[in-house]
């Protein structure tokens, strides 16, 4: 076995550059979320058969990934969701 140091950058783009459909699906939402600034509201429209709690899920591991937080809100309509980005950390 060979160890050797890395830092956290190399971890997080190894995980991005895994080949499957969830890691395409990830670079995709965080080229989207990397098009608004702090204070803009976004709506997404969810297309048949996406979950609305999995799409969330994914938007707020995605915006932590880049440094963002991501501010819900509540919406009676069942195919989209509405939030607001909140703030932006520098990320290393």
């Known amino acids: 076995m060979k160890f050797q ?23 995709q939402v965080i080229a989207f979320l990397k098009e608004f600034a702090v204070g803009d509201w976004v709506k997404i ?15 707020h591991a995605a915006a932590r990934e880049i440094g963002l937080t991501l501010k819900m809100s509540r919406t009676t309509i069942k195919n989209e969701i509405h939030f607001q980005i909140v703030d932006a950390v520098t990320v290393a």
């Open 5 to 27: 140091k890395v830092d956290e950058s190399e971890i997080k783009k190894a995980k991005l550059d895994a080949e499957n459909p969830r890691s395409e699906a990830k670079r």
């Open 45 to 59: 429209t969810l297309e048949d058969g996406e979950n609305k709690t999995n799409s969330n899920n994914r938007l």
